[in-house]
């Protein structure tokens, strides 16, 4: 005696490893005819009985979406196989389960071998096989295929199901209205020749099955029957609600048949993610909670940053300087090396690099609020307020990147599928507080605001938020209109931050912080630093110097702003090439005007509070960097774009710092 | 459970699958089934996003500066916003 055996089961359920532990070497290795999936097939001897075994495409289900669900499902309504062993994988019975009732909606004769019980018990999921048999009316068989548990009696319950006439598995209801279209429409069918069981037929085309639908469609018989027109026409105009309602009853038969039968570890029906989500996702209290997790974040950078770390910082950056002086001048270097290492590369770039414990303490804690899930929940409470100025949410995530970098953050806007999302996205990416820009805030922090230097960098931060809001909200309105588009957020459950996760994350920015101090800011400071010395005989770092010459032309541009010195200015033009260039360049121009004297001091000079926070806002949102608009032409594939970026956000960025100084004048605070 | 869970996202605002197994009684593993079949139905579609698809982060220069924690997002389609209105019709 010889029998067919299919085996058919999601994949990674084990069918695979069934199937090679029930046929060993016996198999050969084809492909199912016109297409290109494979096709597995082998035998077992079981008792007397020869099984032809064939491993059927893994499919979750039965429909007709891809090549291997049609394959399955072709071979089990066509192939007449004795009997179709549904592999369930028993650590996620109820997903398995869904192929499962379609399966017995085909009328096939199955036996369930629930496979991986091994998993499920280390998992300490609990299966009453017993119950779900009876709920499924067919034999259900623990195994364990890669051990070869189980096998035996899964032979045994398969052959004892072939030879028997039909399952006695139960049928599933679709709702009163659906079972008796079903009816009516199965009773039609029957005058038609079909390779297919009728009922299966009247199901699939309640549900929409394209291919059914052509396969009923193109049958003579049934053009014929008015009666037959009346109801197909009746069912395509009712389409999507009947294909809603058979899934859905699928899903309702699986969570009845698993409703006691599958025991999962008791997990708590409100977990801490939801309880911590009904505070920090407040409707009014989520964006004032996640102000103030950015302000304690900001005074921390300060209090532990700064007050701890800064000075060290600062004294050994001053160490070094004085220690490469002092070796030039042992070896006899040219003077103009000397003054290049310690005016120049010391006062430059050193200047950047004092404030890198800073950096470190911020990006540490920026890293713990992001490994801990809360990131995604600042996004989500940005939400409604993105959407009101005409921003789609997942906006809010590109900018939170382009706290990071602009050009990561400029990169990020892939994710959001609208172009008019992304071109919006894009252009208000640069009005976020980069790291680069940190040191500029910092100088001037230090110079003016140490006792509120947690205050100012929030205040830098959220002034940056804001005018991206606003012009979000002006492009939404003018160059680039349409709706918006309407995404859900889904949230991470928190989680506890990993020490190595949020090191990484930190070393990932500062070390992109030092790399460019090592290299564009040194080249950029080398470049200045011949500048400021040429032309040969004028004082250097003085106003006839090149450098000097250049920062007098564009000075009076920024007059009205209050900072119209060509130091200043120099400065700013600099932070086109990169944004930390600007406090290089005023460390190198400064510590040319006065000797040995600290940059913080000179700036505490030349500036006034007012000037300063003048400046803050144009160094915040003017030009983007060399490297932003490079990528802001990529991304949007136009130079004009790039143009555009670099021309109005100086616009912006002008005219906001000649408000705050103009503003401030007349408040009496010049 | 397919229009419950719909309208459950509807109402929540975001998307917190645990919570939706609490709300809606269904097991984990069965509401993230359930997200499934919306998106097969085309009640539901999932942000693809425009670019990032084709280029693997672990690819992107770019990938260590940025989001850690990618954010997914879905889309109630207007498929999915037609059947929220009948089903509110129907109370």
Redesign the interface.
Known sequence: MSITIALVGNPNSGKTTLFNALTGSNQHVGNWPGVTVERKEGQVRHGNTVCRVVDLPGAYSLGAFSEDEMVAREFILTGNPDVVINVIDATNVERNLYLTTQLLEMGAKVVIALNMVDEAKEREISIDEKALARRLGVPVIPTVASRRNGLEQLMNAALAVASAPRNGHVRLSYGESIDDKLAKLTNLLKAGRWDYPSGWLALKVMEGDEYVRKIVADEQSMQRSKEFLRLWDEIAANEDYYQLEIVDSRYRFVGEVTQDAVRRPAVAVETATDKLDRILTHKYWGIPIFAAIMFVVFQLTFAIGQDFLGEWMASAVEYIGEFLESLLLTVNAPQWLVDFTGNGIIAGVGAVVEFVPLIVILYLLMGLLEDSGYMARAAYVMDNTMRAVGLQGKTFISMIVGFGCNVPGVMATRTLESKKDRMIAILINPFMSCGAKIPIYLVFIAAFFPAYGGAALFAMYALGIIVAFIMGKIFSKTLFKGEVSHFIMELPPYRMPTLGTVLRSMWDNVSGFLTRAGTTIFAVVSLLWVLAVLPGGVEPYGPESILGQIGLAIAPIFKPAGFGTWQASVGLFSGIAAKEAVVATLGMVYAGVEEGMELVMSIREVFTPLTAVSFMVMTLLYTPCAATLGTIRKETGSGKWALFSALYSFGVAWALAVVVFQVGSLLGFA | ???QLLAA?NDA???????LA?ELG?????V???F??LV??G?LAE??????VD?PCGK?P?A?????????????TD?GRD?LANMQRAG
């Open positions: 459970m397919l229009k996202i605002g975001y998307v917190s699958k645990p919570a609490a269904r097991p984990l593993v069965l993230e089934e359930g499934a079949a097969r139905m009640y942000d693809a996003g425009a670019g990032c280029l992107c770019y260590s500066m940025c989001q850690k924690e990618p954010v997914q997002m879905w889309k109630i498929k059947l």
